[in-house]
Structures are given as structure tokens and as C-alpha cells.
């Protein structure tokens, strides 16, 4: 078990002089974004563009948005074992390493919110004083180890395998695997909940919020997938079939309808007849008392997500991977917006007592959050990489057997 | 869970000779490690910072602990601000729950309450953190929307306009402490809701919660000069509090558990305010609520807000 460590992590760092670069580039970005938080830690949140008017901001839409891409990674894994896909299979543990890299980066983005990381023992049970049931933050916090740990551990049991020569056995993971499939649903509605169980806060209030985190996840899950796949099928010798990425194309462009479906429900619930409750919605989409710095944000995302889901709806289109990309990396941003700074900012505006106060991010808040993305794309590369040498055989026990190298990965 | 024991004459006595005792104990350890690592340990001493780190949620310390914490707070502030104060744990009463009424009549939007709320609380002066927010209303509408934060209390009453203010209303049904992820905070037997300020982890998600826009942060660390100290503080209450933490109206628990009325009370020119034992039937608050047209703000939402408004 140790060797078995000890060469997936010497897999991780082998690699040509733009593998380095690469490497090297994330690990800049990350010590920016780690000095940027220390001068965060010295000075407190001031440093941020927070206030008591607006006290969530950037790092949280990020953590909104991250929970989304979490989950979805795990949706390879349905088709995959469902359906019996092989094709599919093959790049399940790219999905699951996408999933413990978007983990991370989630909870990193809690923990840089908080004013008192130092005092972040007091949520372990036993030792602190965890609020569950209760608080819906202590069920994200439970929903979100649990689902690190099961996106840890079956990945790794299935490359173990892989690497002692063994076929994994369907039976000993397969549980697990079903496990991972629900808790991809419970994580994102669990943070859902977190914010629709606000009553003082009417734009979060909605018991279709659930259901939009989940269909907005199912967009830019996939179209991160499909962009990862295919900077994978050129830069690795790993086989990756188009028949993957046209199911996935294909998930993403049902979901988007989907997703603007809520979008327009929601809007003619909140303008048909207009009450206070949609004070929010108005802000975000036309502004308030003369403030709308969200207006262009939101108008940007609504049409990214519109040109996307045409391009995603039309077979002829959807099938030119170039379009393809285009309809990914437009969701991907569209998504981002919507859910991201389009969601969790205008809950705060107008305040509970009909104060209109605007949020801008500081340079800080941006740093950080390019840290953790990087951070975050740094553990996926290194992951990525151990996982394709070990399916590949490249690294395999030295074992006898082993000297008959395995045809194909699984 | 939190059990209402209000310490009888003797027991208050013993309490403070411990403490005092213990307190020279453990100044006299610190002293040493001192010596060799000041200014280190963010002004704080070693001891004082590994205590303070270990220390354990208020509800859950012994009374030596709790005495060795307050402690650490007097010493930890006269470090920070240079000024002597003392620190006490004021237990609830028994038989008290606390509430106020407000006569939206006589309220005249001076004020006053908020600036006596800031010097009584200890509260941060350049963060312009205030516990009571008084709205300038327009006559004939209870809409918050075009309510007047940001008005000039030289000039009022303006034509047109009625007052309201608005704080922490101690609700029953408390959205924020079932926010809390780490239970630090929570509501008492005299139905204030309380915080602990050394267990907070600042996530603000009580924040997010309060329909009434309550609860306030300390985005850096509450700026005062020694000369805008109040002594007399307590630790569920006005203590200076540390950067990173959540703080709110506490219907002024260094006073009011000893039978005084709050700050904001106090400081009311006009009468407006009416605070007092819900549980007292010859209360004046008891007939307010049954003599008055009330109401309380967003009711609907069900949090149970102990704090009703009323005109003449």
C-alpha cells in the first residue's frame, strides 16, 4: 500500500519541461493567492469588500458554484455503471478526481470567509460544539467530508487494483459507488437549502431553488468535463471516445432547457404581480434606487446561456466540436455568473430592513479566490496524471505478472 | 443546556475571592513567560494565547474556567486599550423574560438611544457599527423599502415622517441560533439571545438569518480609544470583543440582569421605550401589551420577535 503511494506520487511529478511549466504556473498563482490571505488574516475581512449590509460576497458565490461542479463530476459514474457503459467507464475517475478537486476548493472557499480560522476546531464533534441537525451549514459541512471521502477512497481502491494487477471487483465498490451518486444529489441540495431556508431572505426563500442548483450544476459539471476531456484526449495518450463527450453534450443541452425553464418561471412569479418580496429580483435584473452593478453581470450570463443551449440543441451544431467548446466555456461562465455572484449577492440587496448597499470584490478577494482555483486545478493535474499512468500500466507493481502488460485500461 | 442559577449573596462572594485568587495565580505564571515573549502571540502573552485557544464554549466551563477566561479578557484589555475594566458572568434572573414595546408616537428620531447603545456596548467607533437602526418612515406606509437610513437627527421630526427604530427584538423562535453551525450563540432563560465571543468562528451565516438585520461584524478590530471604554462590562455582554467575530443587541445584560434598565432606555427623551419582565403581570410592559394596539415587525415570518411596537 505504501509502494502503491509512493508511485502514484512519483507519477505525479514526471513529466516533460511543459508538464513542469505547467506546474510551476499553478504554483505561482497559488502562493499570490496565499500571501493575499495572509494579509487577509492580519488585517481581518475588512480587506474585503464585505459589510454587514452585504456579508457573503465573492468567496461564497465561488463556494456556490464549486458545490455545482462537485456534484455533477460524479454524473459520469451514473451512465457508467447504470447502463453498463464502457466507454463512459473509462474516464469515470477523471470525473471523480474533478470532484475532490472542486471539493476542496469549496471548503477552501468557506474557510477564507471565516472570521475566525483558528478557532475552525470548534466544529469538530466532541471537541466543539457542532449544531446537527439544525444548522444547514453543519449538514453541508458533514455532506461535503463525507463526499470527499467517498470520492477519495473509490477511486483509490479501483487504481489499487489496477496497479497490483487485479481486477477490481464490482461487488466490494459498487455499494459505494451508488452511494457517491446520491450524496452528489445531497451535497448540492443540501447547499441549496442552506440558502432557501432563510426566511428573511425572500430571493433565496424558494423551494425551487433545489432544483435550479441541481440543473445548473448538470451544465457546468459537464462543460467542464467536456473541456477537460478534450485538453486530455490532446496533451495524453489516454483513450477518450467522442461517444462520451456527445453524452455528455447531450446532458448539458437537456439541462440548460431545463435551467432557463426556472429562469423564466421564476421571473414571471416575481414581475407578474410585482410585491416586495421581488425587491432582490429587480436589483439584480434593472437595478434599484439608481444602483445595478449585478445588471450587466446578470444580462451577460443570460445571454452566454441562451447562445449556449442553441448551439446545444441543434444536432448539427452541437456535433462540430468547436461549436462544441464554444457552448461549454459560454455555460461554464454564464453558470459561474448566475449562480455565483448573480445568486449569492443580490440576496443581501435590498437589506432586511430596505437598505439598498452595493458589494464590489477587492483585489484581495480576487487573489484568493485565483489561489484556490489554481490550488484547485493543481490537485486535478496531479491526480489526473497519477490516475492515467496507472490505468495506462505505465506504473504497475513489480510483480512477475506484470510483465505482461495489460492490453487495455478499465 | 443552560441552567438559570443566579448566585445567591454568599456564593457571589466566594466567586469573586477565587477568581481574584486565581486571577494572581495565573498573573504570576504569565508574568514569567512574559518576560521572555512579549509582544509575540498578537499582543498577547503565551499563556494567554494557548488559554484563550483552549478556552471551551461558555456553556460548557466550569466556574474556574469561566473566572480564569474573565481574567484573561481584563488583561487582555488593558494590553489593547490601556484601561482597567472588569469583566463579570451576570447570570440570568430567575423568573424574568425580557421584553420591550415602543411607542412609534412619541419617537422622534433623535437618536439618542443609538449613541448611549454605542458607549454603553463598547462598540467599535470608526466601524460604524450600531446595534439600533432608527428608520425614517413614510407617514402612512409600514414599508421598509422607502425607509430613510442615512437622516440628519439635527433636523427631525421632518414633516411627513414617523420613527422607527429597530434592534435586536430577542426573538423566541431565534433564526440565527439555529443558523449557528457551532451553537455559540444562543437564547437564555431570560430569553435574550446571547453570543459567545471567543467561540464564534465569523461565518455570518446567523447573519444571512436575522430578518432584522441585527446582527453586526467585526470586519477588523472594534477601534477605541481609552477614554470610550465602559468598565463595567460582563462576557455575554459589552466586553470589548476580539476582530472576526458576530455581535448584537443584548438588551444590555451588564445592566439589565442587575435590575437596571438599558442604555437605550435610559437615554430616551421622549418616553418611547417601555422595557420590562414579560413574566411581571403588575409590569408596565405587561400593560402595554394588553392595554395597546400592537404589532410586531414581520410577524409573519414566525421567529417569534419579543419586541412590539404601539402609538398612543
Known sequence: MLRFALDGMAAMFRGGRAYWLWLGFLATLVAIGVLAYARQMQTGLIVTGMSDQVSWGFYISNFTFLVGIAAAAVLLVIPAYIFNRKDVKSVVLIGEGLAVAAVVAAMLFVIVDLGRPDRILHLMPGIGRFNFPQSMLAWDILVLTGYLALNLLIPMYVHYCHYRNREPVLKAYFPFVVLAMFWAISIHTVTAFLFAANTARPFWNLALLAPRFIATAFVSG?????????????????????????????IMAFALQISLFFVGAELFTDFYNETAHAASVRYLYFGLEGMNALQPFIWAALAMNVVAVVILSIHSLRRQNRLLVAACVL???????????????PGFIPTPLGEVFE??????????????????????????KASIAISTGAVRAPTQESAAARPAAT | MMKPQPPTESEAGFDTYRRKFLGNVVKAAGAGVAATATAAWGGSTFVDAMGGFFQDHYQRMSPDEIAAALERIERRAARDYGVDIRCEDTKPLPGTVFGYALNISKCKGYRDCVSACVRENNIGRDSQ?????????????????????????????????????????????PPCVKACPTKATWKDPDGIVVIDYDWCIGCRYCMAACPYWARHFNWSKPELGPEDINPDTNYLGNRPRPVGV?????????????????ACQEACPTGARIF???????????????????FRLKEELGAEPKFWYFTD
Not at chain 1, 478534450?230 to 456527445?246: A, D, F, G, K, M
Not at chain 1, 461562465?333 to 449562480?339: N, T
Not at chain 2, 428608520?135 to 437610513?149: F, K, P, V
Open chain 1, 359 to 384: 458589494y464590489t470584490p477587492t483585489w484581495t478577494e480576487f487573489t484568493v479566490a485565483v489561489g484556490i482555483w489554481a490550488l484547485a486545478i493543481l490537485i486535478f493535474t496531479l491526480l489526473a
Open chain 1, 222 to 250: 459537464p462543460a467542464l468535463i467536456i473541456l477537460v476531456l478534450l485538453v486530455l484526449r490532446r496533451v495524453t495518450r489516454y483513450p477518450i471516445e467522442q461517444s462520451v463527450i456527445n453524452t455528455l453534450a447531450l
Open chain 1, 331 to 345: 455555460a461554464f461562465i454564464g453558470i459561474w455568473l448566475e449562480k455565483g455572484i448573480g445568486f449569492v449577492i
Open chain 2, 246 to 262: 458576530v455581535e448584537k443587541c443584548h438588551y444590555c445584560t451588564q445592566r439589565t440582569r442587575k435590575g437596571r434598565q438599558p
Open chain 2, 129 to 173: 457599527v450600531q446595534y439600533i437602526r432608527v428608520l425614517e418612515m413614510d407617514e402612512g406606509t409600514l414599508n421598509l423599502e422607502s425607509a430613510n437610513h442615512y437622516y440628519d437627527p439635527e433636523t427631525v421630526p421632518s414633516e411627513g415622517k414617523y420613527y422607527m427604530p429597530v434592534q435586536c427584538m430577542q426573538c423566541d423562535n
Open chain 2, 276 to 294: 420590562g419582565n414579560l413574566l411581571d403581570p403588575d409590569s408596565e410592559i405587561r400593560y402595554v401589551l394588553a392595554n395597546k394596539k400592537v
